[in-house]
């Protein structure tokens, strides 16, 4: 499962994300990196690039071209 509240701790970076519309998806994958590579490639808006959490998940966001926000992470535990 994502840690779908965990956007809300990212106000302090540089590049503010939002969830303008009041919709977020969360998708679960292996290959968080290769996903969010494929999602941009495809139109995406990159929000922020794939990182390891310190709980061990990979995170990465990007907007989708209705505006939705998307969580690309990997599976946790």
Known sequence: MCVLGESRSLTGSAQRITNENGVKLGLVTEDVAGAYARAVDAGATPLKEPAEKPWGQTVGYVRD?????????????
Do not use: A, D, R
Not at 70 to 76: L, V, Y
């Open 65 to 77: 071209l209705n505006g939705v926000l998307i969580e690309i992470c990997s599976p946790m535990g």
